[in-house]
């Protein structure tokens, strides 16, 4: 009978030892109410865990969130969007430039000139007020001194690949480069040579023979010595500065100082092929980083290239936690190949260094990461003791999670704000976000190749209603390509109108015409395709097929897909085979568009995959990418905007609005030169971002008297 | 017998072979290349994405990458792709937090679904067995993600205490008795979810088998001689239970590796 | 119905040991009725396989009565049984029972028109599925089970290796290699025929004694592969291929049965192994009656049951493995409905619209119950041992 006593039993008793467990299990009151500790620290959910806590080897957006606590960079932007210096006090951005002197060339006025009698002439110039044409007078304003560089005589090796890409050739050229004038800008001008045209004359710069000033053994043709030339002795040069001054007293974490080694340290890393770092392309146009005093490092570009500035609120990294010596020591302590082991192999990447305000604590894989503040962070360590970044892989049990009181921020759903709105406990806030949702065109394909046909596909849908059903009202609309909230957003474009009818008759323009069916036919072909998005994301999905419904009423057969995220990137996006594709862009502030609608960038596995081509929008997007001056930008931007809505290579749809809830008693604290205590209600900034005091946040046990700032 | 050893330990090896090559075919043939580079953002060029490639061998013919797989994983050499861990590490880790799920997902189904089997099987055709046929078919249809959301909320909802994750949030300081049954409370939801479709299918088994058993002739001259019906349901008992230990070890690996039970 | 009533009653009839008064079908049933579960699981069927077909029927064609694909954006989320307002509808797009019978999802689609359209998607993935499943099972079994001890040589095994490396290496573009290996399999052709009278008084050659040595028994062969396939966490196997594949309900349908067919395959061998040592395969030998009539007349219809009854439980499993695939967002593509992806749709929205996940949640519970009680009500009335005793 033991056995049968056994056999009931054991299953009793394993039940009873299971279920009594729920008796010690601190409620959510418990957590929430009974923890005073509770209010010192902020705990935001996540989707995703992070994977390299490092700044310039992580892309993912969890580590990014990480990384913009514990690293800081030389600026940031402020809320107006407006460059602020952080580890960097102040910066200056101006231009140096080079010319050759082309002895060959008559000048106006003047003859021909060795460089000497040039710069002369130059400075000439720039004091008489002879000159007539205003561009040109802008120019001269501007150049703060001109000096002459030497001839010199250099070697140069350039290494070749063959056509296959494979083998390496090696060619010497010997460099006998003639004089050089060296300019120096106040600040960067993208027509500089342009204008000095007038000057110079208009062929100086064309008829400079740089291939005269090579040599070399090696057997090239002609189109290989041209471009040689063009490469090595350059007729002009055109090379933006900034020069950074390091706020003094910043300190990384572990103590030490941050200085100018620690930036160039940042960019070499960067640049270092070992580290395979995915920011490289932004690098990629600095010709040099140098350290001119241990608080100001001055960084040198090879070209003209705006979008600079913004690339340098990168984090900095402390150079002595990882140079090639501190490498090396770890190397040798994991008992790896120091030869080979870089940056990625480092275990900095999972108990990083940096100077912002929260120093890295501990990181329990898929479960949480928590920092702490950092006392001595140079603007005032942050009110919260602790920030706490959970991963919980599910939205609805981020939101129950919420509800309980121990999450204190998430990603909240568009259909779960309007619940939120109305709860007394919560303050909330909503803002655009940085993207846009749309339908792209393969205009390489008929019949999206015309205008007419884009133009009257975008009207058949009702992006209104979309907005107001699908997004719950979180939502706006948006006729270009740039972030609504930046002055590059040209607010002048009126969206499509929503309206059938006149979608019909444009078709009927452009020779499709309904049939006994009520489909739309041209030359009795029906009007057919199909329109794909990738899975994974409810908003695309409910678009596709709101999509499909809107264009069937109009009589076009549309078929629908919707593919894996891979499959649908590598086999369809990148190969250029699809119809329509429903997808959408996420934006930084800058304007740079030059990889999604620029017209070499058109080939299989770039970004450009609708294949828009259009030349005043290249022009327009190489010029938005010289421009130094905001205004200008923005001038160009807006044009560009035009041309692009003009166009409608896309249906622009939406820019989604993100909603944040918070508990009211999370305000922002304030204390005046007198010491005295405020509390203010936190309000977002004008473009829409509400962490921006986080570190004045604090959680109060009930709920203050804000005093309004009015 | 050691012929017998031999050519099975020949044979599985032959077999683990191939399901090696064929496991290497499926990750290579599933769609999503390994990498950190998302190919639709603008900062990556093609450039970069070729060095990615390069760097972690992708340019090589499939075979090469078949040795270098499995080169990497006899010398120890595996790094992720995400963040440069040692893969085994990973696995190791994530494995411990399995280990103890599905140890107590196991107790529970032994020990429940031997009693019920049991019962069923005596009293078969019964109201018992009716009730416990249809409760078990009806846990093993339950479509799992579906019984598994409704579990969650509820529990939430109704007795707020949380469900989710190892253990309470910050639980770090309390007694270790606090700690463990805390423990113990985040387990019994998975493991309970983990084991319904193994009681269902397991007490369906143990019935089954002891009418197998009960039908033998060494029961049935057991029964004649007048032994108790206890010592004949002892021995019922213990020869079923050696049966289905034999299925034990390759039903522990299997439930480990399952992603079934975790979906 | 009173089970002891029930048991009585079949005592009754099974005393006396004379023939059999009942066919078959009368047999069949009356043991169905006798288990209730059974005859409830096929009453919900074939409630089910009618809605499906009507489903279809309703919900297909151009201009449907039950349009699934029919967005009304201004009546998303409408509790079940609710009235259209019909001030915010086009004529068109009035629901056609004048009202919301199971409610709306959240871009205004009638979940009942959805349901209905889902029903005969699951139908046709389950009876498809374990088609395909059934039919490499009874073929791989059969084979392992009634031709087991037949031994495969070494050159059978070079030369498919030769022709599927081969196909494989021409189909990713390395052509020359490919023909180098194809060639190679067709020399091995040689070997295939006996060389005849020649060879019986020489010693063979060393490298043809290797060649036509007897490597493995193709029962062996058969099961190891069947290890092989039970390795792959199967899940993991059809959301591979699923992703791969252009999403579509017919690759779904067949990438489930090809990753099922194992348990069918290890049944059928089984029950061929114990058949073809019985006397009455036996006798038929002797008459000299050829294998295919063997297996088909006198061993398969004797081996059916146990197939019937996994294949009963295989459609439920194939119906769970779909929805939970589009659970996961790899099912069928929209706008076409499935239950899975109703209830995917809808868990986002389980405290604005419970409904979402509960309709149909329970409706895939209910019919993946019933195949599942059918199925072990045929088990066990199949099963004469356990018949017997009642």
Redesign the interface.
Known sequence: ?I??RV??F??IF?IL?????????????E?TRG?PA?LTEF?AGSIGDA??LNPI?S??SASSDINGFVFEGLIDRDKDLRFRGRVAKSWKIYEEAYFYVNPSARIPGLGKADARTLASFMKHAQKTSSVANPDLVHTLNRITDISVVLPRTYTVTNSIKDSAGNQQKTIRFKVTAPARIKLVLNQVDQHLFQNLLHLLGNDYFKSFRGKDYLKSDARLSTEQWTRYAKELIPPFEQNPVLLFHIRPGVKFQDGHAVNADDVRFTYEAIMD?KN?S?????YEPVKTVQVVDPLTVKIIYKRLYSPAMGTWSIGILPKHLLDSQALKQEALRLGKDPKTFSI??STF??HPVGCGPFKFQTWK?D??IILDRFDDYWEGAPNYHRYVY?I?P????QE??FY?G?LDSYDV?P?QVK?LENDPRFQHFSGLSFGYTYIGYNMRRKPFNDLRVRRALGMAIDVN??I???LYGQGERITGPFAKQTDYYNHGIKPLPYDPEGALKLLESAGWKRNK?GRLEKNGKPFKFTLITN??N?LR??V???A??AWKQIGIDVH????????F??QRI?KDDFDAVVLGW?MGIEPDLY??WYSSQTHP???NFVGFKNKEADDLIIKIRQEYNHEQQVKLCHKLHAIIAEQQPYTFLYVGKWTAVLDKRIVIKRVDASGAVRYEKITPTKTGNYTYYFNRWIKLPQVPHLTDKG | MVSFIGRSVVQKTITLFFVSIVSFLIIHLAPGKPSQVNPLNPKFTPEIMERFRKEFHLDKPLYIQYIYYYRDLFTGKTVSWKDNQPVLKKIWDRFLNSLPLFVVGTLITWTLSFPVGIRSAIYRGGIYDRTATFLSYFLISIPGFFFAYILIISVVTHLHVPVIGMETFGIGNGSVFHVINDRIWHMLLPSVLGATAGIAVLSRYVRGQMLEVENQDYIRTAKAKGLPAAVILTVNFVSAILVLAGTFISDLLYLVADPRIRL | MNPTEETTTTQMYTEPLLAPKRTRKQEFMHLLGQNWLAGLGLFIFILFFCCAVTGLLLTSGSKPIFDPAMIRLQEKLRPPLSKPHLELLNPEQIPPLNVYLMGTDDLGRDVFSRMLQGAWVSLTVGFVAVGISVFIGIFMGGIAGYFGQHYIKTVHILFFLCLIGGIGLIIINSIFAGTVLLLLSLSTLVFFFPSGHGSAEKEPPVLKSILMANAVSMDTLIMRIVDIMLCFPSFFLILTVVALLPASIYNIMIVIGLTSWMGTTRFVRAEFLSLREQDFVAAAKALGIGNFRIIFRHIMPNAIAPVLVSATIGIASAILTEAGLSFLGFGVPPPHATWGNILSDGKNFIFDAPWLTFIPGIAILIVVLSFNLFGEGLRDIFNPKLRERH
Do not use: C
């Open positions: 009978m056995v049968k056999l009931i054991a299953p394993l030892v299971l279920l009594q467990s729920y008796f010690w299990v601190p409620t959510y009151k957590q923890d509770r705990i994977s390299l080897l892309a993912d092929p395979l995915p920011r490289v392309s932004d990625r192999q990447n999972r894989s479960q949480y959970r919980i599910d939205i609805l049990t129950m999670e309980a121990t759903q259909h619940r209603k979309i107001k059903y699908v069916a899975s994974g409810d999905k409910a596709l097929a709101i499909q419904e629908t897909d919707v593919l894996e995220w891979s499959v990137i590598q990148f996420q990889q999604i596995y770039q970004l």
